[in-house]
């Protein structure tokens, strides 16, 4: 997973991805990469790779598979009666350095609790995905 990996790898990436998009629309250096990503619907590399963690989280919570990574998800448990007490969120373990932060256990959870409600609440891959890819490419383009 590249989730966590320095800032100075992820730009390398996005340079990678940029390139591509000039090459695919055969489009000359002078127009932005940006614009062009926009066309081909394409995700940054950052929100891309948030959106890989998330439907693997998705899939994960819906069909207990694998379970190492299941066991490794802990569904939020509120000590009150809350109106949030219903939603789909996961709890965040506690951890001590920005490594530790890195691993799957405190990645997924953290990502999966930022997203939407209504991203969340979808109940089958297809609609998550499309749920998904429309707030990262809002969050990314707008």
């Not at 489009?27 to 948030?50: F, G």
């Not at 998705?58 to 109106?83: G, N």
């Not at 930022?114 to 990262?136: C, D, H, I, V």
Request: proline share 5%; glycine share 2%; aromatic share 8%.
């Amino acid at each position: 997973m590249l989730f966590g990996t320095s800032g100075r790898n992820l730009d390398r990436l996005q340079r990678v991805q940029n390139t591509l998009a000039r090459v695919v629309l055969q489009a000359p250096w002078s127009v932005s990469a940006t614009d062009l990503r926009r066309e081909l619907h394409w995700l940054p590399v950052r929100h891309r790779i948030h959106f890989k963690l998330a439907t693997i989280t998705h899939k994960t919570m819906m069909s207990d598979h694998p379970s190492y990574l299941h066991d490794q998800l802990c569904h939020h448990q509120s000590i009150r009666s809350l109106r949030s007490s219903t939603a789909p969120l996961l709890q965040l373990p506690p951890v001590k350095t920005a490594f530790a932060a890195r691993a799957f256990t405190v990645a997924a959870p953290k990502l999966w609790n930022s997203l939407s409600a209504r991203t969340r609440s979808a109940n089958t891959s297809a609609t998550f995905r499309s749920r998904l890819k429309t707030e990262l490419f809002s969050a990314a383009y707008c």
